[in-house]
């Protein structure tokens, strides 16, 4: 990929180009090689004049909070997108309709909501991603996903084309849309329902309880690495885990890559694990889980490689 024309690029708002840009400390893991190009993109112009300069000469991955992402350690053959600043706002438009930037954090979508005695944002508090990744994996934590609040999105495609899409035209699904892989989400619009902000400030302090109480926290983790086997039986995928290994056994087996004590759905970098190591682990799971119960897991979190 001939890469002389992008180095030359000017941008308006302070947007950054780099090449050969570590992605280990921009994903919650703190894993990855680097990647050929990165732009880090503080305005809708600037991202613009970049995808039109760019023109789909490679394939394009873009990063939220880097929460549910697992990067190889060799060379992502590709461009990392993260929006900056300017993707970063959040308005009320009337009593219970608001729109946010698709690189603002899930929990502060949350406390906005509260603030302005909105009610039905309070499942986000416990979601550790951006809004722009919740739209795309339809996120969701304590009977609530994006789908139940979601009036509409804002995206750009890889050719620099500007759309709103209509919740009515996404098919939600449990931990996936049919929203296309070439969309860069800019926004989203939401609605609640206005209620008492003592109220929902109870409830968010309720869902933070019981997270604290059930996952491990301030390690280096993604979240939830299986989603739950909904259409095959009705355990939770820990369960599946707990019944399938023993998890004392398996950390042992992939140096620093671990289950996690708390909640064996999260796979934790005790260390410095290495992708492979994670991959291993992942496979391993799936493996076992599969000849004990007969069920395929499939991933919540993305392989990015």
Same mark, same amino acid.
């Given at each position: 990929?001939?890469?002389?024309?992008?180095?030359?690029?000017?941008?308006?708002? #302070?947007?950054?180009?780099?090449?050969?840009?570590?992605?280990?400390?921009? @994903?919650?893991? #703190?894993?990855?090689?680097?990647?050929?190009?990165?732009?880090?993109?503080?305005?809708?112009?600037?991202?613009?004049?970049?995808?039109?300069?760019?023109?789909?000469?490679?394939?394009?991955?873009?990063?939220?909070?880097?929460?549910?992402? *697992?990067?190889?350690?060799?060379?992502?053959?590709?461009?990392?997108?993260?929006?900056?600043?300017?993707?970063?706002?959040?308005?009320?438009?009337?009593?219970?309709?608001?729109?946010?930037?698709?690189?603002?954090?899930?929990?502060? *979508?949350?406390?906005?909501?509260?603030? @302005?005695?909105?009610?039905?944002?309070?499942?986000?508090?416990?979601?550790?991603?951006?809004?722009?990744?919740?739209?795309?994996?339809?996120?969701?934590?304590?009977?609530?996903?994006?789908?139940?609040?979601?009036?509409?999105?804002? &995206?750009?495609?890889?050719?620099?084309?500007?759309?709103?899409?209509?919740?009515?035209?996404? #098919?939600?699904?449990?931990?996936?849309?049919?929203?296309?892989?070439?969309?860069?989400?800019?926004?989203?619009?939401?609605?609640?329902?206005?209620?008492?902000?003592?109220?929902?400030? !109870?409830? $968010?302090?309720? *869902?933070?309880?019981? !997270?604290? $109480?059930?996952?491990?926290?301030?390690?280096?983790?993604?979240?939830?690495?299986?989603? #739950?086997?909904?259409?095959?039986?009705?355990?939770?995928?820990?369960? *599946?885990?707990?019944?399938?290994?023993?998890?004392?056994?398996?950390?042992?087996?992939?140096?620093?890559?671990?289950?996690?004590?708390?909640?064996?759905?999260?796979?934790? @970098?005790?260390?410095?694990?290495?992708?492979?190591?994670?991959? @291993?682990?992942?496979?391993?799971?799936?493996?076992?889980?599969?000849?004990?119960?007969?069920?395929?897991?499939?991933?919540?979190?993305?392989? &990015?490689?």
């Amino acid at each position: 990929m001939k890469l002389d024309d992008l180095e030359k690029i000017e941008f308006y708002d #302070n947007s950054r180009l780099n090449f050969d840009h570590d992605l280990s400390r921009l @994903n919650w893991f #703190n894993i990855g090689g680097k990647t050929k190009i990165f732009l880090y993109a503080n305005s809708l112009k600037d991202l613009s004049i970049f995808l039109n300069k760019f023109n789909n000469r490679g394939k394009i991955f873009v990063l939220g909070a880097g929460s549910n992402t *697992l990067f190889d350690d060799e060379t992502f053959e590709g461009t990392i997108i993260k929006l900056g600043k300017n993707f970063n706002n959040i308005s009320l438009l009337k009593d219970n309709l608001i729109i946010s930037g698709s690189s603002c954090l899930d929990r502060k *979508l949350s406390e906005f909501a509260m603030i @302005n005695h909105i009610e039905g944002f309070e499942f986000l508090s416990c979601i550790p991603g951006s809004v722009g990744g919740g739209i795309r994996m339809n996120a969701g934590c304590y009977g609530r996903e994006f789908k139940d609040i979601i009036v509409s999105v804002q &995206a750009i495609d890889f050719k620099g084309r500007v759309l709103t899409i209509s919740s009515s035209e996404i #098919n939600f699904k449990y931990r996936s849309t049919n929203l296309s892989e070439n969309l860069i989400y800019l926004s989203g619009t939401f609605k609640g329902k206005l209620s008492k902000k003592e109220k929902i400030k !109870k409830k $968010i302090d309720e *869902l933070k309880s019981k !997270k604290e $109480i059930s996952q491990p926290l301030k390690v280096k983790t993604s979240g939830s690495t299986f989603k #739950n086997p909904i259409n095959q039986t009705n355990k939770k995928v820990w369960e *599946l885990i707990r019944e399938s290994i023993d998890i004392n056994q398996v950390n042992k087996m992939f140096g620093d890559a671990k289950l996690s004590d708390k909640h064996c759905n999260f796979l934790i @970098n005790t260390q410095k694990a290495s992708s492979k190591d994670m991959k @291993n682990l992942i496979n391993f799971v799936k493996e076992n889980v599969y000849k004990k119960t007969g069920i395929k897991l499939e991933l919540e979190i993305i392989l &990015a490689s």
